[in-house]
């Protein structure tokens, strides 16, 4: 199975370098964008086939290290 | 006075943090990351500057989680005291041992230079040797520095007197100017600054002497 982790910036966190990105946008002439925020995927290759217990796992691996909870949340989708 | 210098692949001040000590008249033991124990007898932990495990994942989320770390998180748990320099800080925050986190700084670049810093009002042994509301010159050498932490934690850091030193002209767009930050038991010390690099006369700066000096002075009487 694989499990795919997005991590964010919690709402509220200031992102400096999704400021920069929107600001590197509005130099290019793309206007409208009001809004960036940078995230980061990681993908697991995870042995098993129970989709429930994998999701159990990874939270937990989140929560130990893959994700700083005081600033960031995150979502997982097992496929 | 026993001080205990960790090292991860990637610090680069342990060296440093280590002749600082010493030449306030600490006995310095070095330990590697991998090991599961402190030595006996150990009065502080120094987790050095540099760039452990590459900073790959988080700065200092990995160092957090070394066979080391339980050591140094039992030690802080039973009131041992703890200094953290620039990384070693992150290291402190990703272990839970210091509030808040540090992320990249608000410019996006990285940061050398000599900074001025103005001790708080707090009384602890790290800021003993100086009287509070100095100004002192040391340097930062970071990209990631900017001290986040949410507003309710802000302010009761700074409600309970334990911002240790705040910088003049914030350099990284830390909460609150914060440059260093103590535990609740004002035993634990983050700070991004640099005190290593200017505790030795022959360099010509010395603001940053009397942080050891005073830490092995009052903890050999403790």
Redesign the interface.
């Known amino acids: 199975m694989k499990a795919r982790i997005h991590i964010m910036l919690k709402d509220g ?2 992102d ?2 999704g400021e ?1 990105v929107r600001h590197a946008l509005g130099a290019l002439g793309f206007s409208g964008v009001t809004g960036v925020r940078q995230g980061k995927v990681l993908e697991l290759d995870v042995v098993g086939s129970d989709k429930d217990a994998a999701e159990m796992s990874v939270k937990t691996m989140c929560d ?3 994700a ?1 909870t ?2 960031e949340k995150y979502t997982i989708e097992i496929s | 006075m026993k001080a205990a210098i960790l090292t991860f692949p990637g610090s680069n001040c342990d060296r440093d943090l280590a002749l600082a000590f010493e030449a306030a008249g600490a006995e310095v033991v070095r330990v590697w990351h991998k090991e599961i124990a402190l030595p006996e007898g150990v009065d502080i932990v120094g987790v050095p500057g540099g760039f452990s495990f590459g900073d790959y ?2 700065c200092g ?2 160092a957090a ?1 070394a066979p080391i770390a339980v050591a140094v998180q039992t030690h802080a748990q039973r009131g041992g005291y703890v200094l953290g320099i620039c990384n070693g800080f992150q290291v402190l ?2 272990m839970g041992l210091l ?3 540090l ?6 670049k990285f940061i050398c230079k000599t900074v001025t810093l103005k001790v708080g009002d707090c009384d602890c042994v790290f800021t003993n040797g100086y009287a509070q509301g100095t100004h002192i010159q040391v340097p930062i050498a970071h990209h990631d520095g ?1 001290y ?2 949410d507003a309710d934690t802000l302010s009761r850091v700074q409600a309970e007197g334990r911002v240790a030193f705040t910088y003049s002209d914030n350099p990284n ?1 830390s909460m609150g100017d914060i440059a260093g930050v103590l535990s609740q038991n004002r035993r634990v010390l983050g700070m991004m600054p640099h005190p290593e690099r200017v505790a030795d006369g022959a360099i010509g700066a010395t603001d940053g002497q009397a942080m050891f000096q005073t830490l092995v002075g009052q903890l050999a009487l403790a």
């Open positions: 966190v200031l400096p370098q920069a130990r290290l893959l700083n005081v600033i | 994942l988080r989320a990995i989680r925050t990703e509030p808040g986190a992320m990249r700084n608000a410019g996006l900017n986040t932490l767009g």
